[in-house]
Protein backbone atom coordinates (compact mmCIF):
# COMPACT_ATOMS: atom_id res chain seq x y z
CA UNK A 1 0.00 0.00 0.00
CA UNK A 2 1.24 3.54 -0.85
CA UNK A 3 1.82 5.80 2.33
CA UNK A 4 1.96 9.43 2.03
CA UNK A 5 2.62 11.10 5.24
CA UNK A 6 2.95 14.96 6.52
CA UNK A 7 4.67 15.96 9.39
CA UNK A 8 1.70 17.47 10.96
CA UNK A 9 -2.03 17.33 11.38
CA UNK A 10 -2.36 20.34 13.17
CA UNK A 11 -0.41 23.85 12.78
CA UNK A 12 -0.12 26.84 14.14
CA UNK A 13 1.82 30.06 13.79
CA UNK A 14 1.82 33.57 14.00
CA UNK A 15 2.01 36.16 10.47
CA UNK A 16 5.26 36.52 9.44
CA UNK A 17 6.31 33.02 10.68
CA UNK A 18 8.51 30.81 8.34
CA UNK A 19 6.68 27.57 8.19
CA UNK A 20 8.04 24.18 6.94
CA UNK A 21 5.34 21.56 5.93
CA UNK A 22 6.94 18.16 4.94
CA UNK A 23 5.80 15.86 2.94
CA UNK A 24 7.58 11.86 2.49
CA UNK A 25 5.94 8.94 0.48
CA UNK A 26 7.43 5.78 0.49
CA UNK A 27 6.28 4.05 -2.84
CA UNK A 28 9.60 5.49 -4.93
CA UNK A 29 7.12 7.57 -7.03
CA UNK A 30 8.54 10.43 -9.15
CA UNK A 31 5.97 12.69 -8.66
CA UNK A 32 4.78 14.84 -5.43
CA UNK A 33 2.53 17.57 -5.61
CA UNK A 34 1.20 20.62 -2.86
CA UNK A 35 -2.27 21.60 -2.75
CA UNK A 36 -4.12 23.79 -0.55
CA UNK A 37 -8.21 23.12 -0.05
CA UNK A 38 -10.68 25.71 1.07
CA UNK A 39 -14.53 25.79 1.62
CA UNK A 40 -16.12 26.24 -1.48
CA UNK A 41 -12.67 26.55 -3.56
CA UNK A 42 -11.75 22.73 -4.16
CA UNK A 43 -8.26 21.24 -4.61
CA UNK A 44 -5.91 24.14 -6.02
CA UNK A 45 -2.06 23.00 -6.74
CA UNK A 46 0.62 25.56 -5.13
CA UNK A 47 3.69 23.12 -6.56
CA UNK A 48 5.07 20.25 -8.20
CA UNK A 49 7.39 18.01 -8.77
CA UNK A 50 8.52 15.72 -11.40
CA UNK A 51 12.11 14.54 -10.19
CA UNK A 52 14.75 15.63 -7.45
CA UNK A 53 15.70 19.19 -7.45
CA UNK A 54 12.87 19.84 -9.83
CA UNK A 55 9.64 22.17 -9.47
CA UNK A 56 7.58 23.54 -11.38
CA UNK A 57 4.81 26.32 -10.50
CA UNK A 58 1.36 25.61 -9.98
CA UNK A 59 -1.84 27.58 -10.39
CA UNK A 60 -1.35 29.47 -7.11
CA UNK A 61 2.23 29.61 -6.19
CA UNK A 62 2.57 33.08 -5.00
CA UNK A 63 3.90 33.20 -1.34
CA UNK A 64 5.01 29.76 -1.95
CA UNK A 65 8.28 27.74 -2.53
CA UNK A 66 9.03 23.81 -2.22
CA UNK A 67 12.26 21.81 -2.08
CA UNK A 68 13.11 18.30 -2.87
CA UNK A 69 15.85 17.24 -2.09
CA UNK A 70 15.59 13.60 -1.86
CA UNK A 71 12.94 11.64 -4.14
CA UNK A 72 10.65 10.54 -1.10
CA UNK A 73 10.10 14.21 0.48
CA UNK A 74 8.86 17.17 -0.73
CA UNK A 75 8.55 20.26 1.77
CA UNK A 76 6.28 23.34 0.97
CA UNK A 77 8.10 26.32 2.98
CA UNK A 78 5.88 29.56 3.61
CA UNK A 79 8.52 32.05 3.63
CA UNK A 80 6.38 34.58 5.81
CA UNK A 81 3.00 33.29 7.02
CA UNK A 82 0.14 35.47 6.64
CA UNK A 83 -3.09 35.07 7.51
CA UNK A 84 -4.48 34.24 3.75
CA UNK A 85 -2.72 31.37 3.95
CA UNK A 86 -5.10 29.51 6.71
CA UNK A 87 -6.12 26.39 4.69
CA UNK A 88 -5.73 22.73 4.55
CA UNK A 89 -2.39 21.63 2.93
CA UNK A 90 -2.47 18.38 1.31
CA UNK A 91 0.58 16.39 -0.60
CA UNK A 92 0.42 13.90 -2.75
CA UNK A 93 2.34 11.66 -5.25
CA UNK A 94 1.83 9.41 -8.35
CA UNK A 95 4.08 6.84 -9.97
CA UNK A 96 4.69 8.41 -13.54
CA UNK A 97 3.51 11.09 -15.82
CA UNK A 98 1.21 8.22 -17.58
CA UNK A 99 -2.30 9.21 -18.24
CA UNK A 100 -4.28 7.27 -16.05
CA UNK A 101 -1.79 7.17 -12.94
CA UNK A 102 -4.07 8.78 -10.12
CA UNK A 103 -2.59 10.06 -7.19
CA UNK A 104 -2.05 9.54 -3.90
CA UNK A 105 -3.00 11.80 -1.07
CA UNK A 106 -1.49 12.30 2.57
CA UNK A 107 -4.05 12.83 5.65
CA UNK A 108 -3.57 17.00 5.12
CA UNK A 109 -2.46 19.44 7.64
CA UNK A 110 -4.75 22.44 8.95
CA UNK A 111 -2.64 25.22 9.28
CA UNK A 112 -3.93 28.23 11.44
CA UNK A 113 -1.96 31.39 11.14
CA UNK A 114 -3.04 33.96 13.40
CA UNK B 1 -8.09 26.35 -19.43
CA UNK B 2 -10.53 24.02 -17.38
CA UNK B 3 -14.20 24.65 -16.05
CA UNK B 4 -15.13 21.90 -13.94
CA UNK B 5 -18.93 22.01 -12.17
CA UNK B 6 -20.55 20.05 -9.40
CA UNK B 7 -23.12 20.28 -6.99
CA UNK B 8 -22.15 21.86 -3.79
CA UNK B 9 -24.07 19.28 -1.71
CA UNK B 10 -26.88 16.73 -1.37
CA UNK B 11 -28.72 14.70 0.50
CA UNK B 12 -29.87 11.07 0.43
CA UNK B 13 -31.50 8.41 2.44
CA UNK B 14 -29.96 4.71 3.44
CA UNK B 15 -30.43 2.28 0.94
CA UNK B 16 -31.54 4.78 -1.75
CA UNK B 17 -29.22 5.70 -4.93
CA UNK B 18 -27.77 8.93 -5.18
CA UNK B 19 -25.98 10.23 -8.31
CA UNK B 20 -23.79 12.69 -8.42
CA UNK B 21 -23.22 15.15 -11.87
CA UNK B 22 -20.02 16.81 -13.15
CA UNK B 23 -19.80 18.93 -15.97
CA UNK B 24 -16.30 19.79 -17.29
CA UNK B 25 -15.13 22.56 -20.14
CA UNK B 26 -11.93 21.49 -21.35
CA UNK B 27 -9.34 22.32 -24.34
CA UNK B 28 -8.10 19.05 -23.89
CA UNK B 29 -9.63 16.30 -22.19
CA UNK B 30 -7.57 13.06 -21.17
CA UNK B 31 -9.99 11.53 -18.97
CA UNK B 32 -12.07 11.96 -15.47
CA UNK B 33 -11.17 11.01 -11.82
CA UNK B 34 -13.66 10.44 -9.22
CA UNK B 35 -12.43 10.37 -5.37
CA UNK B 36 -13.93 10.29 -2.05
CA UNK B 37 -13.33 12.22 0.53
CA UNK B 38 -14.23 11.94 4.45
CA UNK B 39 -14.03 14.72 6.61
CA UNK B 40 -10.16 15.51 7.99
CA UNK B 41 -9.27 12.63 5.58
CA UNK B 42 -7.17 12.56 2.60
CA UNK B 43 -9.12 12.09 -0.96
CA UNK B 44 -9.01 8.09 -1.95
CA UNK B 45 -9.21 7.30 -5.61
CA UNK B 46 -12.48 5.83 -6.65
CA UNK B 47 -12.67 5.73 -11.04
CA UNK B 48 -10.82 7.07 -14.02
CA UNK B 49 -12.98 7.47 -17.28
CA UNK B 50 -11.08 7.45 -20.44
CA UNK B 51 -14.39 6.36 -22.76
CA UNK B 52 -17.41 6.68 -22.92
CA UNK B 53 -19.65 4.22 -20.79
CA UNK B 54 -20.18 3.21 -17.68
CA UNK B 55 -17.93 1.53 -15.35
CA UNK B 56 -19.13 -0.53 -12.03
CA UNK B 57 -17.10 -1.45 -9.28
CA UNK B 58 -19.63 -2.87 -6.56
CA UNK B 59 -22.08 -0.65 -5.28
CA UNK B 60 -20.39 2.23 -6.92
CA UNK B 61 -20.05 3.34 -10.54
CA UNK B 62 -19.23 6.10 -12.92
CA UNK B 63 -20.10 6.90 -15.75
CA UNK B 64 -18.71 9.44 -18.82
CA UNK B 65 -19.80 10.99 -21.88
CA UNK B 66 -16.73 12.72 -24.04
CA UNK B 67 -18.98 14.16 -26.33
CA UNK B 68 -20.96 15.86 -23.96
CA UNK B 69 -18.79 17.04 -21.42
CA UNK B 70 -20.34 15.23 -18.62
CA UNK B 71 -19.97 12.53 -16.02
CA UNK B 72 -22.08 11.37 -13.32
CA UNK B 73 -20.84 9.14 -10.28
CA UNK B 74 -23.73 6.57 -9.02
CA UNK B 75 -23.84 5.36 -5.20
CA UNK B 76 -26.31 2.40 -4.67
CA UNK B 77 -27.09 0.84 -1.30
CA UNK B 78 -26.00 3.96 -0.19
CA UNK B 79 -24.96 3.49 4.01
CA UNK B 80 -24.20 6.08 6.54
CA UNK B 81 -20.22 5.70 5.54
CA UNK B 82 -20.92 6.87 2.42
CA UNK B 83 -21.43 10.66 3.70
CA UNK B 84 -18.10 12.26 2.25
CA UNK B 85 -17.16 14.70 -0.19
CA UNK B 86 -17.21 13.49 -3.65
CA UNK B 87 -14.17 15.21 -6.11
CA UNK B 88 -14.59 15.27 -9.43
CA UNK B 89 -10.95 15.99 -11.56
CA UNK B 90 -10.52 16.38 -15.44
CA UNK B 91 -6.91 14.94 -16.60
CA UNK B 92 -5.78 17.39 -19.61
CA UNK B 93 -4.41 15.81 -22.66
CA UNK B 94 -1.17 16.92 -22.88
CA UNK B 95 0.95 19.25 -21.20
CA UNK B 96 1.55 18.47 -17.27
CA UNK B 97 -1.22 16.01 -17.53
CA UNK B 98 -1.83 16.74 -13.98
CA UNK B 99 -5.98 16.83 -13.26
CA UNK B 100 -8.08 19.67 -12.30
CA UNK B 101 -10.10 19.24 -9.48
CA UNK B 102 -13.87 20.45 -8.99
CA UNK B 103 -15.00 22.16 -5.72
CA UNK B 104 -16.29 18.82 -4.34
CA UNK B 105 -19.76 17.66 -3.51
CA UNK B 106 -20.83 16.97 0.23
CA UNK B 107 -23.02 13.99 0.07
CA UNK B 108 -24.97 13.72 3.49
CA UNK B 109 -26.57 10.06 4.02
CA UNK B 110 -29.69 10.15 6.59
CA UNK B 111 -30.85 7.65 8.45
Known amino acids: DVKVTQSSRYLVKRTGEKVFLECVQD?????MFWYRQDPGLGLRLIYF???????EKGDIPEGYSVSREKKERFSLILESASTNQTSMYLC?????????????FGPGTRLLVL | GQNIDQPTEMTATEGAIVQINCTYQTSGFNGLFWYQQHAGEAPTFLSYNVLDGLEEKGRFSSFLSRSKGYSYLLLKELQMKDSASYLC????????????FGRGTSLIVHP
Open chain 2, 89 to 100: AVRPLGGSYIPT
Open chain 1, 49 to 55: SYDVKMK
Open chain 1, 27 to 31: MDHEN
Open chain 1, 92 to 104: ASSFEQGAGETQY
